[in-house]
């Protein structure tokens, strides 16, 4: 099967048609080569590849009414992934080879973009032992990342041997830093305001000093560790004063810790409680700078859909997540390509190649160039749009950003080829 | 005058010299035989108390009946709310029986706030306590006691030094009074162990201390809050001994403050840990008063929040 | 009452308020046959000056205080929905009480009859008078209740979008009433 993307800048350079052709880019031709009634118009906007993302909740197997893999995954491509990591703290929790498999083969059968399972570090995520990862790798789903996300793996010993025992895999342990002693019944980020909202602060210290841990952990055992959504600005220097020392670590954040505060907390409304909390102005500098100097490689969403009567309702009793894969794409333009902090090629790396490399998903990722896979987006760097959660594929509404004037868009998505999304709608 | 009353933060000090004048005609009236006023004759006030408290409770009932609302309460025990249902069920329960005033008593801070502001009802909002927040009529209850005793009964509280001693970072009590009291002038200073004070505090319009001793000489009142014992086991303070030796108060301590000066405490006592028996029952101790004076705040509290409501109703 | 008085016209100075005082307090005892059960009670906030004035001059003729004290109505009004919550002013009634004696109410103007309906109700609150009366410095008609006023300083007409100026000396600096609008 051939498909023609005519009129594309790659990486925002010369503008091209590309071909494509069982699932590679078989030509790359300046525009204008190929015929102008065939195949999609991308009106001369950005063309990327697609977007990995690393950290999505799908909900499935367990709360189908918040979300299920086919509506997870469709507003993924509507975000301009081609592919997401879906996250284990699944009920059933993903933690043996038959769930994995399961959530794998209904990504697949959905087909708005590959679904590559996330194991449990332990079983029932209990923090007590370690579940059967050799069994999740060596499965259908080939999994290579394992995560406790929503619960820190908090012992010290169990968390060393999850990092030594993946090595036999290439596996890679994405630890949710969060100390549980410091954090108990914590409501929002530890500050000045949580003194006078009242509400039970959630200190930075607490995220640190589990990095910290890991880092000096993964270094002395050498293996590799990934750091899910650091927020504050003393996580951004410990990995980078790690990175310094050689350790191998990676470290993500999220959109929205790139643009959102505290501040949003005195509302009282839930729509903006997530783990980590959202932190004050000077961390979002931080996070920012981490993630224009390389310190932290990937954003990832932690896209996370919750059931509206998990939202309607006091704070203290919000669950704790918000949206994130349909908005993704627009924030990191807002707060990182439109400021110049990170040009086409670093956002494509940022969001893209680097994810896949953690993830060691061979075929996402790559360069846009002749023999690569066609897994591709095309985005709109001038478009403005309004979130209107009416609109999303998700089947939950619990996005911060409602209402809010968004710059840049995601126009098509291309999976091996094929359009997931074309003019910003799921194709047909 | 805002819609809500949500925080003490909510009230200007025009706003809050209002209530407390208002307060002040309306305590004549329960000198009265008759202590019943027709102002709110047909205006529906819903007493939504998510937590217990019985003192609470009875001071908005009582402010409410005397000014002739028709007055519903609903606790959390033995409603459907112990069952499950959400704050967002109540209220649209509330708002289908015409609440006009929903005063609310929740153990999550901001739950108020968010009644108010949820779009799920029209009434006016009273916060009656949220979670370790605000309790802001209790402030201006206090701050009415110590303008009877300290002020003669106008004005405002001008160069007055009130200590407010005890477990400040779980307190909604002090978090209002320090955001009142500066409001209408008054210089406050918060006294607790470190651990008791909440993280940012340097920031709050108020003096911190650790030392009660050194506090209290010539401070025109002394406001002790409630510590619970079992605080301790989250390693707040090593034990209710040490506690009371420390920050507790007895006559010699309360003999350190002002001529006049006056000791408060919103109840509910422990005897014995943050207030001895003698100074509790003591001579300088209003204890009893302030309970009698949250009726007449609550009163002037609703007559100021309804009125304007209705006016604001009428405009729009 | 479709007359009107034209705007800008100054209908009392302070010596006709000054006779009127003084044929009103004349005027009570009479009726009373004596002051000795009178209560003098003027409802905030200029009927209370009024009130003073006219129980001073009703001790002056007889030679016995006369028990003067005032009336916060606020509370008792029927248009809180419409006016909104305003600031109370004192009540005061005098230590002898209002049980078993005659109260003359005295207000400044007599327009619809819906602030004397609230002092009416007030005093029910405060006890059981033998009988009210009511005393106003102008009446200015287009009552909206059953009532008239037993003492009137002055009647004047005016159409309902006019508004009368009480100005008293001891809140106001001058003692007149003006016709506005």
Not at chain 1, 207 to 215: F, G, N, S, T, V
Request: charged share 25%; hydrophobic share 40%; aromatic share 4%.
């Amino acid at each position: 099967m051939t498909t023609v993307l005519r009129n594309v800048r790659p990486y925002g350079e010369d503008a091209v048609d590309i071909t494509m052709r069982d699932g590679l880019i078989s030509a790359i031709e300046p525009a204008g080569t190929q015929p102008a009634a065939e195949g999609i118009d991308g009106r001369g906007l950005v063309l990327l590849p697609g977007f990995v993302d690393l950290h999505t909740h799908l909900r499935e197997p367990g709360r189908e009414d918040a979300e299920t893999i086919a509506t997870g995954t469709a507003a993924a491509a509507l975000g301009g992934f081609t592919a997401v990591h879906a996250m284990a703290n699944t009920n059933p929790v993903a933690d043996t080879a038959g769930v994995v498999e399961q959530v794998w083969r209904r990504g697949i059968e959905a087909g708005h973009c590959d679904v590559h399972p996330v194991g449990a570090v332990t079983v029932g995520l209990q923090g007590e032992r370690l579940a059967e990862l050799g069994a999740m790798a060596d499965s259908a789903a080939r999994v290579r990342i394992f995560s406790d996300d929503g619960v820190c793996v908090s012992d010290p010993v169990l968390m060393r041997r999850a990092l030594e025992y993946v090595k036999a895999f290439d596996g890679v342990i994405a630890q949710h830093a969060q100390d549980p002693r410091l954090t108990e019944g914590a409501q929002m980020n530890e500050s000045e305001l949580s003194g006078v909202l009242g509400l039970r602060g959630w200190p930075a210290v607490a995220e640190e000093a589990i990095i910290a841990r890991d880092l000096l952990l993964a270094q002395h055992v050498g293996s590799r560790v990934h750091i899910c959504h650091l927020s504050t600005r003393g996580s951004v220097e410990i990995v980078r004063w790690a990175k310094e020392r050689g350790v191998e670590v990676t470290a993500e954040v999220t959109p929205h810790h790139l643009i959102l505060t505290e501040e949003l907390a005195r509302t009282y409304d839930p729509r903006y409680k997530v783990n980590p909390p959202l932190r004050t102005a000077d961390d979002v500098e931080a996070v920012r700078e981490g993630l224009e100097d390389g310190t932290i490689d990937v954003v990832a969403t932690d896209h996370a859909p919750h059931a509206r009567e998990d939202k309607d309702c006091e704070w203290a009793a919000g669950a704790f997540g918000l949206l994130g894969l349909e908005t993704a794409f627009s924030v990191v333009f807002e707060t990182m390509v439109a400021t110049g902090r990170l040009d086409w090629r670093q956002l494509a790396d940022r969001m893209s190649e680097r994810p896949a490399r953690i993830g060691r998903v061979i075929d996402q990722g790559r360069p846009v160039a002749v023999g690569e896979p066609a897994s591709l987006v095309v985005v709109d760097p001038h478009a403005t749009w309004t979130v209107d959660p009416s609109r999303s594929a998700s089947r939950s509404a619990n996005t911060p950003f409602l209402s809010r004037e968004m710059r840049g868009a995601v126009v098509h998505t291309l999976l091996r080829g094929r359009p997931t999304v074309i003019d910003g709608s799921l194709a047909p | 005058m805002n819609k809500h009353l949500l925080s003490a933060a909510d009230l200007t000090r025009d706003d809050a010299v209002a209530i407390l004048d208002t307060a002040v005609e309306l305590a004549r009236v329960s000198d009265r035989t008759v202590k019943k006023l027709p102002t709110l004759r047909g205006r529906t006030v819903v007493n939504l108390f998510f937590e217990d408290s019985t003192r609470t409770r009875i001071s908005f009932e009582a402010a409410a009946k005397r000014l002739s609302a028709d007055v519903i309460t609903f606790s959390a025990k033995g409603s459907s709310v112990s069952k499950g249902e959400s704050l967002k069920d109540t209220a649209l329960t509330l708002e289908a029986m015409g609440a006009d005033a929903i005063v609310v008593r929740h153990g999550a801070s901001g739950a108020p706030h968010r009644l108010a502001h949820s779009g799920w009802i029209d009434g006016v909002v009273v916060n009656a306590g949220d979670g370790t927040h605000e309790h802001p009529t209790q402030a201006l209850l206090d701050a009415y006691t110590l303008r009877h005793h300290l002020s003669s009964d106008e004005g405002a509280l001008d160069g007055r030094h009130v200590v407010i001693v005890g477990d400040v970072l779980h307190s909604r009590v002090a978090r209002s009074n320090v955001l009142l009291l500066h409001t209408l002038g008054a210089r406050v200073t918060l006294v607790a162990p470190p651990t008791l004070m909440p993280v940012g505090v340097e920031s709050w319009p108020c003096g911190i201390s650790y030392d009660l001793d050194a506090a209290l000489p010539g401070a025109d009142a002394v406001m002790m809050l409630r510590v619970q014992a079992e605080r301790m086991n989250a390693a707040y303070f090593p034990s209710a001994n040490e506690y009371s030796r420390r920050y507790g108060l007895d006559v010699r301590r309360s003999d350190l403050l002002a001529d006049g000066g006056i000791v408060m405490h919103p109840g509910p006592m422990n005897r014995g840990m943050e207030i001895t028996a003698e100074v509790a029952d003591g001579p300088r101790s209003v204890i009893v008063e302030q309970v009698t004076n949250g009726v007449h705040v609550r009163m002037a509290v609703l007559y100021r929040l309804l009125g304007a409501a209705d006016v604001i109703g009428e405009a729009s | 009452m479709a007359a009107r008085t034209p705007p800008g016209v100054r209908v009392l100075d302070a010596d006709d308020i000054s006779r009127i005082v003084s044929r009103i307090a004349h005027e009570i005892l009479e009726h009373a046959q004596g002051a000795h059960d009178v209560i003098v009670l003027g409802i905030q906030t200029r009927g209370v000056p009024l009130a003073q004035r006219i129980a001073s001059r009703m001790t002056q003729i007889e030679g016995v205080p006369v028990p003067v004290g005032s009336l916060d109505i606020t509370m008792y009004r029927d248009d809180l929905r419409l006016r909104g919550a305003r600031p109370l002013h004192a009540t005061e009634v005098p230590s002898e009480g209002v049980d078993g004696r005659l109260v003359v109410l005295v207000d400044d103007v007599l327009f619809s009859g819906r602030t004397v309906r609230a002092a009416l109700d007030a005093i029910n609150d405060i006890g059981r008078p033998r009988a009210v009366q009511l005393a106003v410095l102008v009446d200015r008609g287009h009552r909206e209740l059953p009532l008239r006023a037993d003492y009137v300083g002055k009647n004047i007409p005016t159409s309902r979008d006019q508004a009368v100026r009480v100005r008293i000396h001891e809140l106001d600096g001058v003692d007149e009433v003006v016709v506005e609008g």
